[in-house]
């Protein structure tokens, strides 16, 4: 807008200018008036004049340094008037005058003392007569055609992106794979934000509906064994108190299968910031081993804290319960009857790095990360018990608190590393 405006300003500026052809023929009527005025005095000056009125249309008169008239006819008031606002050759003519045209003062050449010829100027000599033309296309129509292309830019720029956006969601609806691909994810704008947040929303998603798919699966064949005895059972020739029996053993194992599955699910869901809290590992474990002292009837000493008191994370107490509660269960199942279950750690950098050590078989090397898939139990290794669960769970819950948890061989035994974010001592 600055240098249109400076733009405009120096155009108009030109055109109010007399072209110089304009300015040599007005010069010319000067030396004429000098002329008649040193040859033929008042008489010579007035008959000038009146050859003068005859060719051009306005006033004209010839006056002496003091603005009286040299052709010894008084001036009219219009002349007078003229004097007053007279211009010079290098003066621009003002456009605000209308069809009136300005007066031009132009000194004799040879001796500007002696006189100057006062002329309105004739209207073929008036400068700027395209200009209402250009005032027109430099106010009106260069700056629409602009602000029309700069629209067209600004849509373009925001209805491609946002074509683009609105076609992988829709096409999500139909195949949760897509994904809005650079370059569009790769921009460092709002656009640019809005594609990486679709992306990572749909791998959440996407991950939820393969692990509900797997999870429906895995439960319908879990479900299938203890329907199939229940099945075999009513049909047998069993007495009424053995019948029973089964069929409150099978509830009872069902009921914990829909329990496990359950609990795996809502694993899914995130922890909000202000539900976490600075808890004490000592503590926790203390509170984790006298509950499974009482389902295991093992003894405490059987349950080692090689940590110090400050070891202090941040999480979830509930859900820090479950998963300790899930690993010991589990490490208990496949301990041998005089085992030991060892907590240690060691702070790294803003992390604790928890290890929980059992004195089982351990599993094979190739097993070491599927253990932690839904459903998945090593009866090669371990005794069968549960439904493969318990390690899902744990693993889903660490993550949902920013943590992280992998296995390994101990020898003997298995080992399970757990990191969680460390928090300054309670």
Not at 239 to 247: G, I, N, S
Request: charge should be neutral.
């Amino acid at each position: 807008m600055m240098a249109g405006s400076w733009l405009l300003g120096e155009l108009r500026s030109d055109a109010q200018r007399l072209s110089e052809p304009a300015k040599a023929e007005l010069t010319a009527y000067a030396r004429d008036a000098q002329r008649a005025w040193r040859e033929g005095g008042e008489t010579g000056v007035a008959a000038w004049l009146a050859y003068m009125r005859e060719r051009e249309v306005g006033d004209i008169a010839v006056v002496d340094s003091r603005d009286q008239s040299l052709s010894g006819i008084p001036l009219t008031a219009s002349e007078r008037g003229g004097l007053r606002f007279q211009r010079s050759l290098r003066s621009g003519m003002s456009f605000r005058y209308g069809k009136r045209m300005p007066y031009v003062g132009i000194p004799f050449p040879d001796n500007a003392e002696d006189g100057r010829l006062l002329i309105q100027l004739p209207p073929r000599l008036r400068p700027g007569g395209y200009w209402p033309y250009l005032e027109t296309v430099l106010l009106i129509l260069i700056p629409g055609l602009s602000s029309f292309a700069l629209g067209l830019l600004l849509f373009w720029r925001v209805r491609v992106p946002l074509r683009a956006l609105q076609k992988q969601v829709l096409a999500f609806k139909d195949d949760t794979r897509a994904r809005v691909d650079p370059p569009l994810s790769d921009r460092r704008d709002e656009f640019g934000d809005l594609a990486r947040s679709f992306n990572r929303m749909a791998d959440q998603v996407s991950a939820m509906l393969a692990t509900q798919r797997q999870l429906l699966n895995d439960m319908s064949h879990e479900l299938r064994t203890p329907l199939s005895r229940l099945s075999v059972a009513l049909e047998s020739r069993m007495d009424e108190t053995a019948l029973r029996d089964r069929v409150s053993a099978e509830l009872v194992r069902m009921q914990a299968l829909v329990d496990d599955t359950l609990a795996l699910g809502w694993q899914d869901t995130a922890v909000e910031k202000d539900q976490l809290q600075p808890l004490s590992v000592v503590a926790l474990w203390d509170l984790v081993i006298d509950n499974a002292c009482f389902e295991s009837g093992w003894e405490k000493w059987r349950f080692p804290c090689l940590l110090a008191n400050e070891a202090t994370i941040k999480g979830h107490l509930n859900i820090l319960a479950q998963v300790f509660e899930n690993l010991v269960r589990n490490a208990i199942r496949h301990s041998p009857a005089d085992g030991q279950i060892v907590l240690d750690g060691v702070c790294e950098g803003g992390n604790w790095h928890l290890t929980l050590t059992d004195q089982g078989p351990g599993v094979p090397v190739s097993s070491l990360e599927s253990i932690f898939d839904p459903f998945v139990r090593l009866d090669a290794a371990r005794k069968e018990s549960g439904f493969g669960l318990g390690l899902s769970i744990a693993l889903r819950a660490v993550r949902r608190l920013e943590g992280d948890m992998w296995a390994e061989n101990a020898t003997p035994g298995l080992k399970i590393h757990i990191r969680l974010p460390a928090s300054p001592p309670v």
